[in-house]
């Protein structure tokens, strides 16, 4: 499926990443096969993205029924420069995004 081994970066190009990666947060919970694709993918691209268990963390729910809309589960929020907020909750889409957006980095 996906290499194990997470992609190496120069630090300067891991910077940056790091930097776009503090707009995005992943609404999971631990044993949701979806949500393990899409951590695994975050792994694999080695993204810092802020993980929020919507199962531990009531506030994170209600955050993501509030914004998203409803409480499904992965969900990516992404923070454009705007301000604007987009949530995607598919989790192949999830994995297409962060591929296109950070695996040439």
Do not use: K
């Not at 776009?20 to 044993?31: N, T």
């Not at 929020?52 to 993501?64: N, S, V, Y």
């Not at 969900?75 to 994995?95: F, P, T």
């Amino acid at each position: 499926m996906f290499s194990t081994t997470p992609i190496e970066r120069s630090a300067e190009a891991q910077a940056a990443v790091d930097r776009a990666c503090r707009d995005l947060a992943l609404y999971h919970f631990m044993s949701c096969p979806f949500c393990q694709r899409v951590r695994h993918q975050i792994q694999r691209l080695a993204l810092p993205i802020e993980l929020r268990d919507i199962q531990r963390d009531p506030e994170r729910r209600q955050e993501l029924m509030a914004g998203g809309g409803r409480t499904m589960v992965p969900c990516l929020r992404i923070e454009q420069g705007n301000g604007e907020v987009e949530w995607m909750y598919e989790s192949a889409d999830i994995n297409r995004y962060l591929a296109d957006r950070f695996e040439a980095r």
